[in-house]
């Protein structure tokens, strides 16, 4: 089963066509990076993609639901971690976590565990007393992806997760990431390419709001004759390459 199909997927901002016409199968379990350069497209297809904004045109379906028809069983099924932080900033970390599953419906009781549980899972035990606005980066990000798997989703988006964040954070929410695998269905963004090469199963590349190529890190390698993945990203964000050969 698809976790996500989008077909033709459009949105503008006036003349502005941030996605133009996006094809996307994502299977469910699967781990799929979405690389492209800064205006690419990335963070509007996950807009669309979780309900958060309405499609100009195309159609798209988390486990073959409309998002615009079914919204709210799309937002029972995923969650999504922003690019722009979603933590109650004068909430401490214990206190966010238990808001949230608040939120979600859990009673108090439950709520308690649900944190406890995330504190452990996400190793916050040092930082559960702390307003989040004191928390590092990594901190920081580790209890927005947090927070977003209170609701136990079965596909998790998340934008950027590493944005900005040292070698030893980064490698602590790559073990994190790698921890869902197979466990839940998860698109991803980042500029990281070996970020990309390690965690995903499949990587889409946008171009200018379109999907110009798909596959596994060796597949897109071998399409863009390069050398390695960061030339293959070069290249097919140049339009360097035909994007048919790439079409898996
Ligand atoms: N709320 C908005 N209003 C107007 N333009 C937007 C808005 N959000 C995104 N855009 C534009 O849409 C394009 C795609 O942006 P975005 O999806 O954020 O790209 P990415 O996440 O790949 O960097 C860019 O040109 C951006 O300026
Ligand atoms: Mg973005």
Same mark, same amino acid.
């Given at each position: 089963?698809?976790?996500?199909?989008?077909?033709?997927?459009?949105?503008?901002?006036?003349?502005?066509?941030?996605?133009?016409?996006?094809?996307?199968?994502?299977?469910?379990?699967?781990?799929?990076?979405?690389?492209?350069?800064?205006?690419?497209?990335?963070?509007?297809?996950?807009?669309?993609?979780?309900?958060?904004?309405?499609?100009?045109?195309?159609? @798209?379906?988390?486990?073959?639901?409309?998002?615009?028809?079914?919204?709210?069983?799309?937002?029972?099924?995923?969650?999504?971690?922003?690019?722009?932080?979603?933590?109650?900033?004068?909430?401490?970390?214990?206190?966010?976590?238990?808001?949230?599953?608040?939120?979600?419906?859990?009673?108090?009781?439950? @709520?308690?565990?649900?944190?406890?549980?995330?504190?452990?899972?996400?190793?916050?035990?040092?930082? @559960?007393?702390?307003?989040?606005?004191?928390?590092?980066?990594?901190?920081?990000?580790?209890?927005?992806?947090?927070?977003?798997?209170?609701?136990?989703?079965?596909?998790?988006?998340?934008?950027?997760?590493?944005?900005?964040?040292?070698?030893?954070?980064?490698?602590?929410?790559?073990?994190?990431?790698?921890?869902?695998?197979?466990?839940?269905?998860?698109?991803?963004?980042?500029?990281?390419?070996?970020?990309?090469?390690?965690?995903?199963?499949?990587?889409?590349?946008?171009?200018?709001?379109?999907?110009?190529?798909?596959?596994?890190?060796?597949?897109?390698?071998?399409?863009?004759?390069?050398?390695?993945?960061?030339?293959?990203?070069?290249?097919?964000?140049?339009?360097?390459?035909?994007?048919?050969?790439?079409?898996?």
């Amino acid at each position: 089963m698809n976790a996500i199909y989008a077909e033709n997927l459009v949105k503008k901002y006036g003349k502005n066509v941030a996605v133009n016409g996006l094809d996307l199968a994502v299977k469910e379990g699967e781990l799929f990076s979405l690389l492209g350069v800064n205006g690419a497209g990335k963070s509007t297809t996950i807009k669309m993609l979780s309900a958060l904004i309405r499609p100009d045109g195309g159609t @798209a379906e988390i486990f073959g639901k409309d998002v615009v028809k079914n919204t709210a069983e799309v937002k029972a099924a995923m969650n999504v971690s922003p690019q722009e932080s979603a933590v109650a900033a004068n909430l401490t970390v214990w206190e966010n976590l238990t808001f949230i599953a608040q939120i979600y419906g859990f009673s108090k009781a439950q @709520a308690k565990g649900k944190a406890e549980k995330a504190v452990e899972w996400f190793s916050l035990e040092e930082v @559960a007393g702390k307003r989040a606005k004191t928390l590092s980066g990594g901190y920081a990000r580790r209890l927005s992806i947090a927070m977003a798997l209170v609701s136990e989703p079965k596909l998790l988006f998340l934008d950027e997760p590493t944005l900005g964040l040292d070698v030893i954070s980064r490698s602590a929410l790559w073990k994190i990431i790698q921890g869902l695998k197979g466990k839940i269905t998860v698109l991803l963004t980042t500029h990281y390419m070996e970020e990309a090469e390690a965690l995903s199963d499949r990587i889409g590349i946008m171009v200018k709001g379109r999907m110009a190529a798909t596959g596994t890190r060796d597949e897109l390698v071998s399409a863009a004759s390069a050398k390695d993945f960061t030339e293959a990203f070069i290249n097919i964000s140049n339009g360097d390459f035909s994007a048919k050969k790439a079409a898996f």
